[in-house]
């Protein structure tokens, strides 16, 4: 439903108290100038290309020097010609160069006034640093992103996306470096040697905490005179000889290396996996619902596939879910109003920053709204909830705009200006849509 406002500015002109329609009102007489920008940002971006291929073009052509030194002639005569800085100049070229040839989706949606010049630049600049097999995926969707969210958002939602994407290269990447796995022997000095294992970082982690686990309790022993490496490495030589720890103090046995593994709860769902209590449904419509990758604690980021299996259930593995898991609190309906702390939690979690169009205030600094005031019979729930930054909480009550939770849109607010614009801000992420008869306790909330 609404699909037709996704992400989408209304320009709608309301008629006035007398039915007429004037034309553009003083907003829309401000947008309209802002779309002209746009149109004239993507012919000077074009213009600016032009240039700079035709001076590279005649400097080849005269055998001219140094291809930097023509790269900085023609920075200086752009900076004169502009009167602006060079190092202006220098972005502007780098910026044309990268939207006419590497971008070229970005610079057409520019020249329709689909997106501002600094969406553009912000698409620009985050794709041009993701590796070049990441910017082939994501550059139309990217643009799409841009057509759809203000500023602020869209940088958020694009760097996420190419996040998201890295993960999937890293998982094949990780595919390909497993074959490789293997134990190697190499001569040391002096009857030693050494015992190199090529593993999977989680598994290899996971040894060397548990050798650092059983090797501290070793050393705390009170006639203990070797050292924690020393330790570490006689415990390994036990387990792998005789596979088993006989040998040890009772308190170092059995001693198993517990790793830390966050994984976003939702990246757990979205394989289309609805759990939960009874009715829970996932909504799942968008990228931005892919959630960020999965990570080792002191290890950084791991293969979402990993991630799974570690999740099942396998000893040894503490899975810390980035959402809170089943049992967490969605409502409270209207027997209190002030929302529990696991509920404003998850408000902040799900929306992240403040939920004003544009805003990115951290949810962290917000103020949890009740979207219908608690004095109107507004139940303190999740659907009734969304976080807002001191400035808009304010103008939300004080400014003559109504805000509307989106049903079952898993948490998007719709705006609606004094002018009769309305704009729609969604969740940084997706919480499933509970239905009301999984709720016990919604049960005694009659709907009105
Ligand atoms: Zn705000």
Not at 257 to 283: D, I, K, W, Y
Not at 325 to 341: A, C, H, K
């Amino acid at each position: 439903m609404d699909d037709e406002l996704i992400g989408e500015i209304d320009m709608v002109s309301l008629p006035d108290e007398d039915g007429r329609f004037e034309g553009p009102d003083d907003v829309g007489l401000v947008t309209e100038v802002a779309d002209m920008l746009a149109v004239f940002a993507a012919q000077r971006l074009e213009r600016v290309d032009r240039f700079r291929r035709n001076a590279l073009a005649d400097a080849a052509r005269y055998g001219g020097g140094v291809v930097e030194v023509v790269h900085r002639s023609l920075r200086l005569e752009l900076a004169a010609a502009l009167r602006i800085t060079e190092h202006a100049a220098q972005t502007l070229l780098a910026h044309a160069e990268a939207l006419v040839h590497r971008y070229p989706g970005a610079l057409t949606s520019l020249g329709e006034a689909r997106i501002t010049e600094r969406h553009a630049q912000i698409l620009a600049d985050l794709l041009d640093d993701a590796s070049a097999e990441v910017r082939e995926r994501v550059s139309d969707r990217a643009v799409e992103l841009a057509e759809q969210h203000p500023v602020g958002t869209f940088r958020r939602a694009l760097r996420r996306l190419i996040d998201t994407e890295e993960s999937v290269t890293l998982t094949q990447r990780h595919e390909a470096a497993l074959t490789q796995r293997r134990v190697v022997i190499e001569p040391a000095a002096d009857g030693m040697a050494w015992l190199h294992a090529l593993l999977p970082a989680v598994e290899a982690h996971a040894i060397h905490a548990r050798l650092t686990g059983m090797g501290k309790a070793l050393t705390s022993h009170p006639d203990n005179t070797r050292t924690l490496d020393q330790t570490r490495a006689d415990v390994l030589g036990d387990l792998l000889i005789d596979g088993d720890t006989g040998s040890l103090t009772p308190e170092a046995r059995g001693i198993r290396a517990t790793v830390a593994v966050t994984v976003p709860a939702l990246t757990l769902l979205t394989e289309g996996t609805t759990h939960g209590s009874g009715g829970a449904t996932a909504t799942d419509d968008s990228h931005l619902h892919r959630s960020a990758p999965a990570t080792v604690e002191g290890l950084g980021p791991i293969p979402l596939d990993t991630a799974k299996e570690l999740c099942g259930g396998a000893d040894g593995w503490m899975r810390i879910l980035t959402h809170p898991e089943t049992g967490m609190v969605l409502s409270v309906g209207r027997t209190q109003y002030r929302p529990p702390p696991a509920l404003r939690r998850l408000v902040k979690w799900r929306a992240d920053t403040c939920m004003a169009p544009g805003c990115t205030i951290p949810a962290s600094r917000c103020e949890i709204d009740h979207t219908i005031a608690w004095h109107h019979g507004g139940p303190t729930s999740l659907e009734n909830h969304a976080p807002l930054c001191t400035g808009h909480h304010t103008i939300k009550h004080h400014g003559g705009w109504t805000v509307e939770q989106i049903p079952d849109s898993g948490g998007a607010l719709l705006w609606t200006s004094p002018s009769g614009r309305r704009y729609r801000v969604e969740p940084e992420r997706r919480v499933p849509v509970f239905r009301p008869s999984a709720h016990p306790a919604d049960a005694g909330d009659a709907p009105v």
